[in-house]
């Protein structure tokens, strides 16, 4: 039995792709029963309950990781990482191959929300055929769960229903749609007329038609929002569309007040609620990151972890003497003969 154990044990060990041991502290395996993956049924639960549902976009390795943590409810990888990320005036940019990058990062950082991944501009207009290759590279190159798509218009609807047909969740988005800017003349509200108004709760029904699980409204007053959210059976997410949506979305950047750069706050929008003050937390520790390592108190020993006996330090300066390193030789000396108890070199006093 206990051989068996050790087997099994030994086995797992040679299996992982994870180093036994390792200079640096790496990321650790990700705790699979801490809680129950989200799923479209999940949500759908929490709707029919009338529990708000949280979204959250994230881009990368530790931004997944954090959304994880924080046990929201659905991450997305949106198109947005054009403008946050890569620094872009729009989202229009970014290409499919860059956003499975992003999707793989966030997949190994994020098990345990439901990861949607959107199509970028370009991968799903020319047809439904395309539209449906691309959803399929998000789910199995990318490692999503679901991809989202933006726009109401029937070639959009048949593209939605399609993906739907092809056995991949969809979530819609409609409003404000950031990739329509070219005909939208800009990042405008939607719905402030009678007839914008109607178009996104017809839009909105259409995509539940299709087939969609779930519809972001962006940027649409708030009574267009709860008549689309009263009218539809499927979750509304709104972004900048009030509070009675069916749950909420914000970029993570931005509800983290993360980045301070003009060019960062012409994009951040108005209805963004800032969580915190990152950005600033960041500055600071990268100000007096600069000034201990100016004033040679970084690193200190605590931060000076691998030694060399004495002894090894004599031979190493012998070696280096004869190499015709002298200065080398009495620098090595030098380090040692400074160094504080723990093998590191002593704090300034």
Do not use: W
């Amino acid at each position: 039995m206990r051989g068996s154990l050790l087997a099994r044990q030994l086995a797992r060990r040679l299996l992982s792709n994870l180093p036994e041991s390792t200079v640096y502290g790496g990321p650790r395996p990700q705790e699979a029963s801490a809680a129950r993956r989200v799923t479209v049924t999940t949500l759908r639960g929490k709707h029919r309950r009338g529990e708000p549902i949280t979204v959250v976009t994230a881009y990368d390795y530790p931004s997944a990781v954090h959304v994880d943590s924080a046990g929201i409810d659905v991450c997305l990888v949106g198109d947005s990482a054009a403008m946050v990320v890569h620094g872009h005036d729009t989202t229009l940019p970014i290409s499919l191959d860059l956003m499975l990058e992003h999707c793989r990062a966030v997949a190994r950082g994020a098990p345990r929300p439901l990861l949607v991944g959107d199509l970028p501009f370009g991968c799903y207009e020319s047809s439904a055929a395309q539209a449906v290759d691309s959803a399929v590279r998000v789910l199995k190159e990318g490692g999503m769960d679901a991809i989202k798509l933006e726009g109401g218009a029937p070639s959009r609807i048949t593209a939605a229903k399609a993906i739907v047909e092809a056995g991949i969740a969809v979530m819609g988005h409609v409003g404000l749609t950031p990739q329509a800017i070219s005909v939208l003349g800009g990042f405008r509200p939607q719905g402030k007329t009678v007839d914008s108004a109607v178009k996104v709760v017809e839009t909105a029904l259409a995509l539940q038609e299709a087939g969609c699980f779930s519809v972001v409204l962006e940027c649409v007053p708030a009574p267009v929002a709860a008549a689309a959210t009263s009218a539809l059976q499927i979750p509304t997410i709104g972004i900048g569309a009030g509070p009675f949506c069916s749950g909420q979305v914000l970029v993570y950047h931005d509800l983290l007040g993360m980045m301070q750069h003009p060019h960062h706050a012409k994009v951040t929008p108005k209805f963004c609620k800032q969580f915190g003050d990152v950005g600033n937390v960041i500055n600071r520790a990268l100000s007096e990151y600069k000034k201990e390592v100016e004033t040679r108190t970084f690193p200190g020993p605590s931060h000076t972890p691998y030694k060399i006996t004495p002894t090894d330090v004599d031979g190493f300066a012998n070696a280096l003497q004869k190499m015709g390193l002298s200065d080398a030789a009495d620098a090595a000396a030098a380090a040692a003969e400074n160094s504080g108890t723990d093998g590191g070199p002593k704090e300034n006093s």
